[in-house]
């Protein structure tokens, strides 16, 4: 008896797991540090490949979405399954003083590193009246 009670919370357990891993979208957790020229801003995305990510700008919004396909295995053969299967996505605004053409990524061990330039300042000048 105790066998059947096990074998059917297995299969509750299960159905429950596979519930709540439909369309999961995780929001990576965030660290900015300003430098004299720039930010520096580090993402974790466990799991993620670098083709599996898609980093996009448009106007003043960066937006950063990966995706984690898990270890190939099929979860209706899974017993127990705590890996994290599903997508990340983050966007952010980007302050009217960062040069949209000097930003840099890089992935490597789950970590996605941005690099993001300053604008340079804009300096007063004296227009002439024709």
Do not use: C, W
């Amino acid at each position: 008896m105790e066998q059947i009670m096990s074998k059917t919370q297995k299969v509750e357990e299960k159905k429950q797991a596979s519930q709540n891993k439909v369309a999961q979208i995780f929001q990576p957790n965030l660290d900015i540090v300003e430098h004299e020229n720039g930010f520096h801003l580090y993402m974790d995305m466990p799991g993620v490949s670098k083709e599996d990510l898609s980093i996009k700008l448009e106007k003043d919004s960066l937006s950063i979405e990966g995706k984690v396909k898990g270890n190939g295995e099929s979860s209706s053969d899974s017993i127990y399954q705590e890996y994290k299967v599903g997508n990340y996505a983050r966007t952010l605004k980007l302050s009217p003083d960062i040069d949209h053409n000097e930003i840099n990524a890089n992935l490597e061990d789950g970590i996605l590193t941005l690099s993001l330039l300053k604008a340079p300042e804009t300096k007063a000048r004296q227009i002439s009246v024709n």
